[in-house]
């Protein structure tokens, strides 16, 4: 009996994602092939395309499911036991390779942000992952609210939404585009010797001080210090993100 007449379509869809995986890791993120994953997960080509359409189809997936995984990480350091400025702060600290859920999350994300790869992915799959990012930007917002009703951040009922966007939306701007921008140069320099990821930031790097300028620049009860940073660090290698 064929294994695609034994399986659930949610335990199909888990080996043709897994399959996936392993096809990209023995070729590349480009190289994989369809046929390649039907082989790898034991399923035929039609079995294979009730659950994702191209190649395209599969990164999404694998997307959303490297998104579900980010959203895990980012609700867990949103949750520390620090200050709320002490925890967007800590979202940069955090190990870039700890909000990945592949080996190839960070090619695979730049990947799935191309115009030309959604458009050829399925509307189920781009509303999954559209769904996912919104949850990421909700965990955010959730933390910035509470500390709004708690008076940590002192804002009025007139500029309370715009406030919270900046905050939010202006962050997340400086992590990902550092964060890109450094993926993008290690790409360009692997070949020379000193080529290297500048992870784990330092505390005293550059991100991190703009970080801190723009955090303080919003009326906190207790503003952001050095030692705040310190300490959301320390506590961060102690939860194993640094």
Known sequence: MPRSLTKSAGEQEAMILEAAVKC???????????AAVSKEAGLSMGSIY????SKEDVLVALSTHAFSYERNVFTDVMNLPLSTPERLVATMLVLSDKFHHY??????????????VLQRASSGWIEKLRHINTEIGQVF??????????????????????????ICVSLWSMHVGFVQVAYQRFAFEQHQVTAKLPFPIPTNHVLLNGAQRFINSFPWKK??????IEKASALLTERGYR
């Open 223 to 228: 503003p952001l210090d050095k030692q705040g």
């Open 50 to 53: 009730k659950h994702v359409q």
């Open 141 to 166: 917002e959730a933390a910035m609210v509470r500390a709004c009703n708690t008076g940590e951040l002192i804002t009025g009922d007139s500029d309370r939404e715009i406030m919270l966007d900046t």
């Open 103 to 116: 080996p190839f999350g960070a090619q695979l994300k730049m990947l799935v942000s191309n115009q030309a």
């Open 24 to 34: 990209i890791e023995q070729s590349s993120i480009l190289d994989f092939t369809m």
